[in-house]
């Protein structure tokens, strides 16, 4: 028969409710753990409810927090301590959050503190800390070939020089014929073109390509305005190469060009060594030897005094890498305006002279930056542009 | 393209060392890339630009070293032997059967060239051997061909590809008794007509293409290759060797047509010279007889449907001696500049 007491409690609810006692576990997954969990904040939730007075605080406060036999010593002692070790951990924590509960209860209980209700799925989590700093976005950083093209346009900038830029997709007439390659000519084979499929109809100067060079712009530079020029026209071009350590089927360049009444090829040299001293720096030597392009006659390649061996061909006894141990790096093409050219655009090759040459940008980026695989720019590596920054 | 400076040694006496002269090669714009081997099995790769293609050889080179540092250049003067000599070649095999001919014999009353195509084809010049043997080259021919890395095939073969690396003009040897009808006719192909290349590919051929014929079919691609059934084979008795100027267009075309790049169509492209042609033959005829015995049968044909003549190089004075100038000291100094 049950005691008088418990009659005499469940018949009158006004009195105190039955106080909770702390079942022994035997289970301890996750599920037992949560419906032991559950009653327990169930219980402590009616409990809390009923406090009413002082005393009534105490005696709750009491029950679930006295060291000697409140219900968080006995949820220690029947659940963590018996708990077998692999589910330790797991009872441990929710040892821990019933706690915290326990305390938030008995302390909203106190006078003077608005009655609130512990919601038995009380959510546990941390709160916000506002005093951690916010989630910056990274900015970019330039390109390594843009940086180096925009260092080689201002170069020449500082020389006044303007800055033109052209179509990427360009007929033949531009890519090759005014720059005095004819037709059917071997010189075209020196440029290994891309051309747009599907144009046999079209006359063979319409036929639209891929531009091999950024020296199309200089034509269409010479065709809406008369001379004096001094452009430089930097951009991409593609070729038919196929892509290995230093070559690349898209690349850029920047060409240039002046045009007057008293250009000579001494004003080239000039140009083009201060240009690679302020490229690379004032101990660098430049050389010129002959060459060929359709477009200038006559013709010139430059080579720089290796930038890695001083262009002494050795680098600590052994032959220098870079410049194949003969001390000279080979980088721009030049020469004097053909004639041709000229005639092409309508300037009069009698009274006019010009020069004109050309740089490959990933080549002095390569040499600047020192690295070693041109595919390098192009594979979007964040680990590699951001060495750039 | 590989060249010996040891071969360059036979047209002008060279004393400076390999690795200097590729330097001041380069730097006069003939740029040798590479050097590999020593001394006398030096080789050098060069990378001789398009407008350069009387460089493409080592007479070029050598001409140009001639220029570089000041020394006399030796001609090059084939010494042929005269109709009725010409001993049989070394070799073992026996006397062939060379047909007794009439000295003088003239080869037009017996073959004859017809240019059908003055535009593609401004000059054909022939020469004939008759009597000849077919073997491996002599000793010195077959290293200076390797030299070069170019293959050995037969005496006749290598003596054409021997005057080409030599002197740069391309030249081709028939096989005389192959040639059916007596003739060659330099056309444009017919539509339909088919030829099997030396390399063994037939080839459909399309009436653009500039073709050497016999009087019933095609014999070669024009300047790009010659055909099959009427190359140079052991059984070989008697030679036509061809020395011709064929329009770098058309060369090109046919070329690109049939996606055969030779060294023969690469000069031709670029513009071989249009005035060597009977040197050319000459000296191919020369290297035959040394080789392969046999003798020249009548006089050498030279048939010219058009004539190419040397464009003038203007100079304008006013240019010139507008860039001068009176020095400090009084003398007459030129500044830099650009004509």
């Given at each position: 028969?049950?005691?008088?007491?418990l009659?005499?409690?469940?018949k009158?609810?006004?009195q105190h409710?039955?106080?909770?006692?702390?079942?022994k576990?035997?289970?301890?997954?996750?599920?037992?753990?949560?419906?032991?969990a559950?009653k327990?904040?169930?219980a402590?939730a009616v409990?809390?409810?009923a406090?009413?007075n002082a005393?009534?605080?105490k005696?709750?406060?009491d029950?679930?927090m006295?060291?000697?036999?409140?219900?968080?010593?006995?949820?220690?002692?029947?659940?963590?301590?018996?708990?077998p070790?692999?589910?330790?951990?797991?009872?441990?924590q929710r040892?821990n959050e019933?706690k915290?509960?326990?305390?938030?209860?008995?302390?909203a209980?106190?006078?003077?503190r608005a009655?609130?209700s512990?919601?038995v799925?009380a959510?546990l989590?941390?709160a916000?800390?506002?005093?951690l700093?916010?989630?910056?976005?990274p900015l970019?950083?330039?390109?390594?070939?843009i940086?180096?093209?925009n260092e080689?346009?201002s170069?020449?900038?500082?020389?006044g020089?303007?800055?033109?830029?052209g179509?990427?997709?360009e007929?033949?007439y531009?890519n090759?014929e005014?720059?005095?390659?004819?037709?059917n000519?071997?010189?075209?084979?020196?440029?290994?073109?891309?051309?747009?499929?599907?144009q046999?109809?079209k006359?063979?100067q319409?036929?639209l390509l891929l531009?091999?060079?950024?020296s199309?712009?200089?034509?269409?530079?010479?065709?809406k305005q008369p001379?004096?020029?001094?452009?430089v026209?930097?951009g991409?071009?593609?070729r038919n190469?196929a892509?290995?350590?230093?070559?690349?089927?898209?690349?850029?360049?920047?060409e240039?060009?002046a045009?007057?009444?008293?250009?000579t090829f001494c004003?080239?040299?000039?140009?083009l060594?201060?240009?690679m001293?302020?490229l690379?720096?004032?101990?660098?030597?430049?050389?010129?030897y002959?060459?060929?392009?359709p477009?200038?006659e006559p013709?010139?390649?430059v080579?720089?005094s290796?930038?890695?061996c001083?262009g002494?061909?050795?680098?600590?006894?052994a032959?220098?890498r870079?410049?194949?141990?003969?001390?000279?790096i080979?980088l721009?093409g030049?020469?004097?305006?053909d004639?041709?050219?000229l005639g092409?655009v309508?300037?009069?090759p009698?009274?006019?002279s010009?020069?004109a040459?050309?740089?490959g940008?990933?080549r002095i980026?390569?040499?600047?930056?020192?690295?070693?695989d041109?595919?390098?720019f192009?594979q979007?590596?964040?680990?590699?542009?951001e060495?750039?920054? | 393209m590989?060249l010996?400076p040891?071969?360059?040694?036979d047209?002008?006496?060279?004393?400076?060392?390999?690795?200097?002269?590729?330097?001041e090669?380069?730097?006069?714009?003939?740029a040798?890339?590479?050097v590999?081997?020593?001394g006398?099995a030096?080789v050098f790769?060069m990378?001789?630009?398009?407008?350069?293609?009387d460089?493409m050889?080592h007479?070029g080179v050598?001409?140009e070293?001639?220029?570089l540092y000041?020394l006399p250049?030796?001609a090059i003067?084939?010494r042929?032997?005269s109709?009725a000599?010409?001993?049989p070649?070394?070799?073992?095999?026996?006397?062939?059967?060379a047909?007794?001919?009439?000295q003088?014999?003239s080869?037009?009353?017996?073959?004859?060239?017809q240019i059908?195509?003055?535009?593609g084809?401004?000059?054909?010049g022939a020469r004939?051997?008759r009597?000849?043997?077919?073997q491996?080259?002599p000793?010195a021919i077959?290293?200076?061909?390797?030299?070069?890395?170019?293959?050995?095939?037969?005496?006749a073969a290598?003596?054409?590809?021997?005057?080409l690396?030599?002197m740069?003009?391309p030249?081709?040897a028939f096989?005389l008794d192959l040639?059916e009808?007596g003739r060659i006719?330099?056309r444009r192909?017919a539509?339909?007509?088919t030829?099997?290349?030396?390399?063994?590919v037939?080839?459909?051929l399309?009436?653009?293409?500039?073709?050497?014929?016999?009087a019933?079919?095609p014999v070669?691609l024009?300047?790009?290759?010659?055909?099959f059934?009427?190359?140079?084979?052991?059984k070989t008795n008697n030679?036509?060797i061809?020395?011709?100027?064929?329009?770098?267009?058309?060369?090109?075309?046919s070329?690109r047509?049939?996606?055969?790049?030779t060294?023969a169509?690469?000069?031709f492209e670029r513009?071989?010279?249009?005035g060597?042609?009977?040197?050319?033959?000459?000296r191919?005829?020369?290297?035959i007889?040394?080789s392969a015995?046999?003798q020249?049968?009548?006089?050498?044909?030279?048939?010219?449907?058009?004539?190419i003549?040397q464009?003038?190089?203007?100079?304008?004075?006013?240019?010139v001696?507008?860039?001068?100038y009176r020095?400090?000291?009084?003398?007459?100094?030129w500044?830099?500049?650009?004509?």
């Amino acid at each position: 028969m049950p005691s008088e007491s418990l009659i005499r409690e469940a018949k009158d609810p006004d009195q105190h409710p039955m106080p909770y006692s702390v079942p022994k576990l035997k289970d301890f997954s996750t599920k037992a753990l949560d419906k032991a969990a559950d009653k327990l904040l169930a219980a402590l939730a009616v409990e809390s409810e009923a406090v009413k007075n002082a005393d009534g605080l105490k005696a709750f406060r009491d029950r679930w927090m006295a060291r000697k036999d409140g219900v968080l010593t006995q949820i220690n002692d029947l659940w963590l301590k018996a708990a077998p070790k692999e589910a330790k951990r797991e009872v441990g924590q929710r040892v821990n959050e019933l706690k915290s509960a326990v305390t938030q209860a008995v302390e909203a209980c106190q006078p003077g503190r608005a009655k609130t209700s512990i919601s038995v799925n009380a959510p546990l989590e941390p709160a916000l800390d506002i005093t951690l700093p916010g989630i910056r976005r990274p900015l970019g950083a330039e390109h390594p070939v843009i940086k180096t093209m925009n260092e080689i346009v201002s170069v020449f900038r500082n020389l006044g020089y303007s800055v033109e830029e052209g179509p990427e997709i360009e007929t033949d007439y531009y890519n090759f014929e005014a720059l005095n390659f004819p037709a059917n000519h071997p010189a075209r084979d020196t440029q290994d073109t891309l051309m747009i499929a599907g144009q046999e109809s079209k006359l063979a100067q319409d036929r639209l390509l891929l531009r091999t060079h950024t020296s199309p712009v200089q034509i269409r530079t010479m065709q809406k305005q008369p001379p004096p020029v001094r452009v430089v026209c930097p951009g991409k071009v593609h070729r038919n190469d196929a892509p290995d350590a230093t070559h690349s089927p898209i690349f850029h360049q920047v060409e240039g060009l002046a045009v007057d009444t008293n250009i000579t090829f001494c004003d080239l040299k000039g140009t083009l060594d201060h240009a690679m001293k302020a490229l690379f720096g004032s101990s660098v030597k430049t050389r010129f030897y002959p060459s060929f392009f359709p477009f200038t006659e006559p013709s010139a390649d430059v080579q720089i005094s290796c930038i890695f061996c001083d262009g002494k061909g050795t680098r600590d006894g052994a032959p220098c890498r870079n410049c194949k141990a003969s001390g000279w790096i080979e980088l721009l093409g030049c020469g004097m305006v053909d004639p041709n050219v000229l005639g092409f655009v309508g300037y009069d090759p009698k009274k006019l002279s010009g020069f004109a040459f050309g740089m490959g940008v990933e080549r002095i980026a390569i040499l600047k930056y020192g690295v070693d695989d041109i595919q390098l720019f192009f594979q979007g590596d964040v680990r590699f542009l951001e060495q750039f920054c | 393209m590989k060249l010996s400076p040891q071969w360059l040694r036979d047209f002008v006496d060279l004393t400076v060392d390999p690795q200097r002269l590729a330097d001041e090669l380069t730097l006069a714009g003939i740029a040798v890339e590479a050097v590999s081997g020593t001394g006398d099995a030096t080789v050098f790769e060069m990378e001789i630009t398009t407008n350069r293609p009387d460089a493409m050889n080592h007479y070029g080179v050598a001409r140009e070293c001639s220029a570089l540092y000041d020394l006399p250049l030796k001609a090059i003067v084939p010494r042929l032997a005269s109709a009725a000599k010409s001993n049989p070649a070394a070799g073992g095999e026996g006397a062939r059967n060379a047909r007794a001919l009439p000295q003088g014999a003239s080869s037009a009353a017996s073959f004859s060239i017809q240019i059908e195509d003055p535009e593609g084809c401004p000059r054909y010049g022939a020469r004939m051997i008759r009597g000849v043997t077919i073997q491996s080259s002599p000793e010195a021919i077959i290293q200076r061909l390797q030299s070069v890395d170019q293959r050995p095939i037969n005496n006749a073969a290598d003596a054409s590809n021997y005057a080409l690396w030599e002197m740069g003009h391309p030249t081709h040897a028939f096989d005389l008794d192959l040639l059916e009808g007596g003739r060659i006719k330099v056309r444009r192909a017919a539509a339909g007509e088919t030829l099997r290349t030396i390399d063994g590919v037939d080839r459909k051929l399309s009436p653009e293409d500039l073709i050497i014929a016999d009087a019933k079919k095609p014999v070669a691609l024009a300047g790009v290759m010659g055909g099959f059934d009427t190359m140079i084979t052991p059984k070989t008795n008697n030679i036509l060797i061809e020395s011709a100027w064929f329009d770098p267009v058309a060369v090109r075309q046919s070329s690109r047509r049939h996606a055969l790049h030779t060294d023969a169509s690469h000069r031709f492209e670029r513009g071989a010279d249009y005035g060597a042609t009977s040197l050319a033959g000459a000296r191919v005829a020369q290297l035959i007889l040394e080789s392969a015995g046999g003798q020249l049968w009548g006089d050498e044909l030279d048939v010219i449907a058009r004539a190419i003549d040397q464009a003038p190089v203007e100079l304008r004075v006013s240019q010139v001696t507008s860039s001068r100038y009176r020095s400090p000291a009084g003398d007459w100094m030129w500044s830099a500049r650009s004509i």
